[in-house]
């Protein structure tokens, strides 16, 4: 099911941690990885580089733009040959690639040749305006992607067991069959975690999950969790229990307004482990 993961790579701190999530699952899951970094093509087109070359003395914007744009390919190509080495001594397969674009955009086009895109909670740019891996670019990426996007924190931590957020809904459904089959190539175990005050609707789904993930012989812990789900969820993220939190992007009640409302921008925003979106 997951075969290829897509790095997004730049180079940053956060970027580093993603690349040591994405080794570690890909040795699990005995995939390869394609390192993409992505030369911002909004850097190229700041008009605050006319007036910072006529300010400090620099060649007109024209004529300064070849010596910005070779330096930044020129990082590009050290990004991802830091990125074949890591994986070289790793021995996860893996090809890289660059290309000049929008951010957002460009992992999006990037990521329909992959099974998955495994992304930092921020990067380098998260704070020009609308860029950050937080903001648009995240968002964007689990909406259009039409793939499983994992999100990473800003740590480490090797994974050892996972959880589903399940609320019934179809996003729900496939997120069960996604953490099945991680269950199952991984051996982590796996933990559904259901969100109601109502205790009907907490069996019926009780039901609903330990029957399907029965069909594929995945014996899972189920545990019901009450009160507002942004904070009951992220409650039970930041005990410690689990080190990977898997989740539909979109679904009932609040989990349906991902990123636009709270539940699941405030998870990813304050998750100490990785989250795996999917719809």
């Not at 648009?136 to 740590?155: C, H, I, L, N, Q």
């Not at 993930?213 to 009160?227: E, F, P, R, S």
Request: proline share 4%.
């Amino acid at each position: 099911m997951i075969r290829n993961i897509l790095v997004p790579t730049d180079g940053s701190e956060q970027g580093k941690i993603a690349l040591a999530y994405a080794l570690y699952i890909a040795g699990r899951l005995g995939a390869s990885l394609t390192g993409l970094h992505v030369v911002d093509i909004r850097l190229l087109q700041a008009p605050v580089f006319s007036d910072i070359s006529g300010s400090v003395g620099l060649p007109p914007y024209q004529e300064f733009l070849p010596v910005v744009e070779g330096g930044l390919e020129a990082r590009a190509e050290t990004i991802l040959a830091a990125f074949q080495q890591r994986c070289g001594e790793a021995g996860v397969p893996a090809t890289a690639r660059k290309v000049m674009g929008v951010i957002d955009e460009s992992i999006i086009e990037a990521g329909r040749e992959a099974d998955g895109i495994l992304l930092a909670r921020r990067g380098e740019h998260f704070h020009l305006g609308s860029g950050g891996i937080l903001g648009s670019t995240a968002e964007a990426v689990v909406r259009k992607a039409g793939k499983p996007v994992f999100v990473t924190p800003d740590t480490f931590r090797e994974i050892e067991s996972m959880a589903l957020a399940y609320d019934g809904s179809a996003p729900a459904r496939h997120a069960l069959s996604i953490a099945a089959f991680l269950s199952e190539k991984t051996g982590w175990p796996l933990t559904v975690v259901l969100i109601t005050d109502n205790q009907t609707l907490a069996a019926e789904r009780m039901k609903q999950a330990e029957e399907a993930l029965a069909d594929v012989g995945i014996n899972a812990q189920t545990i019901v969790l009450t009160g507002k789900e942004d904070k009951a969820l992220l409650r039970f993220v930041q005990e410690g229990a689990v080190e990977l939190m898997v989740m539909g992007a979109y679904g009932h009640g609040r989990l349906r307004e991902l990123f636009v409302g709270s539940t699941t921008s405030a998870i990813i925003r304050k998750s100490p482990i990785p989250v795996l979106l999917t719809r």
